[in-house]
C-alpha cells in the first residue's frame, strides 16, 4: 500500500517508529523493531515473528510526503490479499490521524 500525506516525512517516519503514535493509526498490533533509516525507511516483526513489514518513506516538499508499505513472507496468496486490503485500510487511517493532528 502507497499512500500521500499532508506531513513532512519526518512526522510520517515517526508515525511508525514511535510506538505511542503508531497505536493511533494501528491499534492492537505488536512490532517488534528492525533495521530504520532515519526518515528513509523502517522495519519490523509482525506479531508472531514470522513476517515482516517494510516501510519506505519519501519527501514530496516541506510539507507533503509518500509512504509505501510492504508486508513480506505472507504463506499464501489468500493471505497477502488479505494483508493487502488491511494496509489499504491502516494507511488511509495514518493519512487521517495524521492530517487531523497537523492542522
Known amino acids: ?17 514511535d510506538p505511542k503514535l503508531r497505536e493511533r493509526w494501528l491499534p492492537g ?11 528513509r525507511s523502517a522495519r ?3 506479531e508472531d515473528g514470522s513476517t ?10 516541506d510539507a507533503k ?3 509505501a508499505v510492504q508486508h513480506e513472507r505472507l504463506p499464501d496468496a489468500n493471505m497477502a490479499a488479505e494483508m493487502k486490503a488491511f ?3 491502516r494507511v488511509a487511517a495514518l493519512k487521517a490521524v ?3 493532528s497537523d492542522r
Open 1 to 17: 500500500a502507497t499512500k500521500t500525506v499532508d506531513v513532512p516525512v519526518a512526522r510520517l517516519y515517526a508515525a511508525f517508529v
Open 44 to 46: 519490523f516483526g509482525w
Open 29 to 39: 498490533v505488536t512490532l517488534t523493531d528492525g533495521a530504520t533509516t532515519a526518515e
Open 52 to 61: 515482516r513489514l517494510s516501510a519506505s518513506f519519501a519527501p514530496l516538499g
Open 65 to 67: 510526503s509518500q509512504v
Open 87 to 89: 494496509w489499504r485500510e
Open 98 to 100: 495524521l492530517e487531523a
